[in-house]
């Protein structure tokens, strides 16, 4: 049984309510801060006890955890029930987050967008205004998504690295840009 400090109760409240501003369910979340704050996997009676929810709440919030990659179930010797460990590696967690975000909701509106563009060509006189509108958006989108999938490439100690060096970056950005 996990006994909650004050500051896991902060991270865990904190983390619940970042949750919902980032569009995820605030039990989903605290069940989340909670395993990855945890030494030890927890079970979900352990779970629900040490965040007050019910139990039903727990196994839906695990569900959704593990359908994003974050969290799996563990064993134990001598006892039937599932445990859960969170990643512990935020690096790891971090990609594994965005790339479960992009599938799920950046690929989705890209090929809306291709459509709509395509669409829009097959129009005779067509709309010029909304087709430039449409393109213009599905431009941007693939530009964010091409860099993503360039950071994506790149070793966790090379983003560790780059961000570091945002500020160098922003300035030579700045002397090679015309004004």
Known sequence: MITLTPVMRKFILHWGEMGTRWGVNRTVAQVHALLY????????????????????NVSTSLRELESWGIIKAVHRLGDRREHYESMKDV????????????????????????ECVEELDKMKPGEPALRQRALDMLTFVEALTSLYEEMHRLPTGAIRSLLKMRGKIRKLLERSSPA
């Open 37 to 56: 704050l945890s030494p030890e996997p927890l079970n979900a009676e352990e779970i629900a006890k040490a965040l007050s929810v019910a139990r039903s």
């Open 91 to 114: 690096w790891e967690m971090a990609r594994v987050i965005c790339d479960e975000r992009k599938r799920r909701e950046i690929d989705p509106t890209l090929a809306m967008l291709r």
